[in-house]
């Protein structure tokens, strides 16, 4: 999953993680006479405020198993975790035990040769059991190298009361948004819909919506620059200059949650990850049934959402293995995934753990859990991480006016040419 959060989340600062991360300096353990020792690091990228709590409480539980391990917590922004990893592992010196790490950048980090192969190890128990589409993001080149701890997907979040003021429907199209919108700001003055205008991770729905994609691994093709790709564009583009959205260049994500929680916006584009801090918002904090969740309104190829998630995985450096791998299996089992699900209403990876009460009675996971069995895969390669940055540039040029959709569907299609080399 990508999630939207912002680099002031840091909880502990970068030195602290550093002189914390065990991995290098004082994480020696193991097992003695079969009891595990020692530190394990880990590095959580989970929303600060509200995720991070509930799994800094969970990794408590796994020094309640295992009193002679000290699990040290270190709660890292999401937007800096990625390099500060790659950066920390090159290194040799920094690097956690165990990363929570987006799906995309896992075969990144395996690629590199960062990542332990949990083949046979304690942390990859009933393999079988992970939803195939959550197990895809681990492997890479014939090996397994993280346990899939969440998986999510996107949906348009709605404000009930302002949609009944309005009279209008959730919008199952593109063309039911725009409509919608538009009785929306005629009987209530508010405006349809937020659009974030900085991560074009919110614009992949649209772009599968389309019929597009970013790029096609089996023929190693470029794709994003096609015509579905410009049409995509032009779509997001449209949104804004009739009205519909609102968008922004920078802190978007505290810009659209700020303004659906307040209720200055009828809707966003969002995933589960978000739901803990939306109802938090006045429009939802006393009356929490007031939030509607619908799919992503469909393209003119149909309705497309992006799969997301995080993964668990073990620096290869570690001087903990035994302690990790054990921590990484207990972090997601069955229990500790259905206690997200019932906590964070965060999707399981497992499908034993859609049966528990936890999982069964969340409205959100019951929800999420057929749009992200039908959600658009991500290409697992190495440089999927690194697909977004030149998107985001030309995303934002777009959603702001300073480009049109052919120069920015070219723009970025000539980036990932110089990034994927021997690509068509």
């Known amino acids: 999953m990508r999630r939207g959060i912002t680099a002031t989340a840091l909880v502990a600062t970068l030195a602290l993680a550093a002189t914390a991360c065990g991995s290098d300096d004082e994480s020696g353990g193991g097992k003695s006479s079969g009891e595990l020792s020692g530190t394990v690091t880990w590095w959580d990228t989970s929303n600060v405020g509200s995720e991070d709590k509930v799994f800094k409480k969970i990794a408590e539980g796994f020094e309640k198993e295992h009193p002679k391990v000290d699990v040290k917590y ?34 990144e980090f395996a690629d590199l040769g960062y990542l332990a192969p949990l083949d046979g190890t304690p942390a990859l128990k009933d393999k079988g059991d992970f939803l195939k589409q959550a197990a895809a993001s681990t492997e890479y080149d014939g090996k397994t190298f993280a346990v899939p701890q969440v998986i999510d997907s ?61 790029v096609d691994p089996e023929s190693k093709t470029v794709t994003v620059d096609n015509a579905a790709g410009v049409k995509a564009f032009g779509v997001v583009k449209d949104l804004v ?62 309705q497309g959402a992006p799969q997301g998630g995080h993964n ?20 997601t089992s069955v229990e500790t995934q259905a206690k997200t699900a019932g906590e964070l209403n965060l999707l399981p990876t497992r499908t034993s753990a859609y049966a528990k009460k936890e999982a069964s009675d969340s409205e959100i996971v019951q929800f999420f859990k057929p749009v992200v069995e039908t959600a658009v895969e991500r290409p697992w390669i190495p440089e999927t991480g690194s697909l977004f940055a030149p998107l985001n540039v030309e995303y934002t040029k777009v959603l702001t006016g300073q480009t049109t959709p052919e120069k920015a569907a070219e723009a970025t299609g000539d980036s990932y040419r110089k990034l994927l080399k021997g690509w068509k």
């Open 312 to 331: 668990l995985a073990v620096y290869a450096g570690s001087k903990n293995l035994d302690a990790s791998y054990a921590f990484v299996d207990y972090m």
């Open 154 to 214: 996107m949906g348009i979040f709605y404000n009930k009361k302002i949609f009944k003021e309005a009279g209008v429907e959730p919008p199952a199209k593109i063309a039911d948004l725009k409509s919608a919108a538009k009785k929306i700001k005629e009987k209530t003055g508010k405006t349809g819909l937020y659009l974030r205008g900085d991560d074009s991770y919110y614009f992949l729905s649209f772009l599968y919506g389309e019929g597009g994609d970013l």
């Open 241 to 302: 200059d009739s009205g519909t959205a609102k968008t922004d260049a920078t802190d978007g994500w505290e810009n659209m949650m700020s303004a659906f929680k307040n209720g200055d916006v009828a809707m966003m584009v969002n995933g589960p990850w978000a739901v803990g801090e939306t109802l938090t918002g006045k429009e939802f904090a006393d009356d929490k049934s007031n939030l509607g969740i619908s799919p992503v309104p469909a393209g003119s190829a149909g």
């Open 74 to 107: 270190v709660s890292v922004p999401f937007g800096d975790a990625q390099n500060k990893f790659k950066n920390a592992a090159q290194a040799g010196s920094g690097a956690p035990d165990v990363i929570r790490s987006e799906v995309a950048w896992t075969p």
